[in-house]
């Protein structure tokens, strides 16, 4: 069950894709919204990928640290 629970120590480096993520979970939500809103199926799918493209963001690995 360990491989479910979210790691909360930060990564070496921060996390590059931070910006990405975000602006994936922001265009998901509002096409998810906006789909909901107007009853349009090819949105909310479209939704769904975006949001699926930013949770494989999550699983790319961060930046290694420098080598001292």
């Not at 120590?9 to 894709?17: E, F, T």
């Not at 919204?33 to 349009?40: E, R, S």
């Not at 699926?52 to 930046?63: C, D, I, S, T, Y």
């Amino acid at each position: 069950m360990g491989w479910l629970l979210a790691d909360r120590k930060p990564r070496p480096g921060g996390d590059p894709w931070l910006r990405h993520k975000m602006a994936l979970l922001a265009i998901g939500g509002v096409a998810a919204a906006l789909g909901i809103a107007l009853d349009l199926d090819l949105l909310v799918d479209i939704a769904i990928g975006v949001l699926a493209v930013g949770l494989v963001l999550r699983f790319l690995p961060g930046r290694r640290p420098p080598p001292e």
